[in-house]
């Protein structure tokens, strides 16, 4: 291990100004405030979009040719999961089963689709910061925001060639 902070979180995606030493730390999962009815809407849909996100990019994976893009997707899944995770603590629930997804065979239609995908969650991680009302709740959409629009970033420097 470094003595230096990730520029991301490996496992969540979050930027460097999210993590933080054990002992400084305030999990947004470990706030136990009664969530508004806007927030527990807002983390229920996003709920479904990270575990539906998380099959999509297991599907890709799968049906990609190339290693590079089989643990480019891989990983976005991982990403995805743990997203997901968060929302089921946040919500108190049960973590669910992961559902099945399809996916293009052709790589270029899954980057499109990757791009539209985590577009739309940028937006709505935008929208759901506005609106929920419990700082806890503000602070996960917007680390969300932000690890979506990396993603975005990481698709295009892959089709830039930036590797």
Do not use: W
Not at 123 to 132: I, L, N, Q
């Amino acid at each position: 291990m470094g003595t230096e902070a990730p520029k991301n979180c490996p496992f969540c995606g979050a930027r460097l100004a999210f993590i933080k030493k054990a002992v400084d730390a305030k999990p947004v999962v470990l706030v136990q405030d009664e969530l508004s009815e806007v927030s527990r809407k807002n983390l229920l849909e996003t709920l479904k979009l990270e575990m539906d996100a998380t099959a999509i990019y297991s599907c890709m994976s799968s049906k990609s040719k190339e290693y590079e893009l089989q643990v480019m997707f891989r990983r976005l899944a991982c990403v995805e999961y743990v997203h997901a995770l968060t929302c089921y603590k946040l919500l108190g629930m049960e973590i669910g089963k992961l559902g099945e997804a399809t996916c293009s065979d052709i790589d270029m239609d899954n980057f499109h689709q990757t791009f539209d995908l985590e577009d739309r969650a940028t937006k709505m991680y935008m929208e759901f910061a506005k609106t929920s009302t419990e700082r806890h709740v503000k602070i996960f959409f917007a680390g969300l925001m932000q690890a979506e629009a990396d993603h975005i970033e990481l698709i295009n420097g892959y089709l830039k060639g930036d590797k």
